[in-house]
């Protein structure tokens, strides 16, 4: 039946401060760590019986329940009633809305569960690692991460195995959202299309990539035989280097392409769809000419 929103809403009894719009800041400042702090909840409301230019109210965390202040320690009880601060009660209702990802999951998923809110984002794609325990509830999972992280996020999908072909293309299931894969990305200075479905992609490796980079001299000569979609090949055409970027997918090959023509750099990247080791020995022994029959481009 999909996800029941309305079991989320609860009401919670606070104390609240009724101050002047002109103390907030100060009162914020005072009583820093006994103020309400929830995510998607804001600590400063207008009262509900009054003109939000006459009043504000400024929300005590759970830990102060009565009104008389005595939770509060003296100091600031004593600038709380000298600023001429009233407390009183506030009913604040919390919805669904309220709730952070990992805040729905814990709800819903049993006791002692490991809770997968984290993701690696891919475009619009997130792209979680479920255990074999979270699978029985893979579909609510996928539910709420998408409607907690929309609209960055219009698709999120679960590797189903490892990767264990010559491609480096893990098989993967839809959980939620849309089933095109195909996206992009920015990584230093360049922007990538994908079709995450088809090709190897991780964006946790853009530290590494930019260090890479780093060292590489400009205008020098880069041969790379796993180029993949280009995260090496194409930053470092745009550094003046002359690329032979090659990957034996030929799925990579074709984003590869796509990526040197988009990033402008097709005049300094010529690309290939062999086998690495064919690839470095043709580089190696020039008089075994490089293939040019549609499975090498570029300048």
Request: aromatic fraction near 6%; charged fraction near 25%; hydrophobic fraction near 40%.
């Amino acid at each position: 039946p999909g996800l029941q929103k309305d079991q989320f809403n609860v009401s919670i009894e606070l104390v609240a401060l009724r101050i002047s719009p002109k103390q907030c800041a100060g009162f914020m400042a005072r009583l820093s760590g006994h103020v309400l702090h929830r995510p998607k909840v804001k600590a400063i409301i207008a009262p509900p019986d009054a003109n939000e230019r006459e009043a504000k109210l400024l929300l005590l965390n759970e830990g102060v329940s009565d009104t008389s202040l005595t939770e509060l320690p003296t100091e600031l009880r004593e600038y709380v009633l000298a600023e001429g601060a009233v407390a009183e009660r506030h009913t604040l209702k919390l919805t669904y809305e309220h709730l952070t990802a990992e805040q729905v999951l814990r709800t819903l998923l049993p006791s002692g569960m490991e809770v997968p809110s984290a993701f690696e984002q891919i475009g619009h794609v997130a792209h979680v690692n479920l255990r074999e325990e979270h699978l029985p509830y893979k579909a609510t999972i996928g539910e709420v991460l998408l409607d907690k992280n929309a609209p960055r996020i219009r698709s999120v999908v679960n590797k189903v195995e490892s990767i264990s072909n010559e491609f480096r293309v893990f098989p993967m299931e839809l959980l939620a959202g849309d089933p095109s894969l195909r996206t992009s990305v920015r990584e230093n200075g360049a922007k990538f299309e994908l079709d995450y479905s088809e090709v190897y992609w991780n964006s946790r490796l853009e530290t590494e990539h930019k260090r890479v980079l780093e060292l590489l001299p400009e205008n020098g000569v880069i041969a790379d035989g796993f180029a993949g979609i280009g995260p090496f090949a194409v930053p470092a055409a745009m550094r003046g280097c002359r690329v032979y970027a090659n990957d034996l997918n030929p799925k990579s090959h074709e984003w590869l392409a796509v990526n040197v023509a988009g990033n402008k750099v097709a005049s300094r990247v010529k690309t290939y769809n062999m086998d690495g080791r064919a690839f470095i020995q043709a580089l190696l022994h020039p008089t075994a000419p490089m293939p040019d029959d549609g499975t090498g481009s570029g300048g």
